[in-house]
């Protein structure tokens, strides 16, 4: 695995991460999904 040192790069990596980490708590956490997403 190559580690880009680029902002851009780091962004884009840090924004899949994020959406992967919301889906997951989307699929498995859904009986608490409110407690998550309320704010």
Known sequence: MHIYNSAPANRVAG??????????FRIFIKPHS??????
């Open 15 to 24: 924004s899949l991460v994020g959406e992967a980490r919301a889906a997951l």
């Open 34 to 39: 409110n407690l998550f997403f309320a704010g």
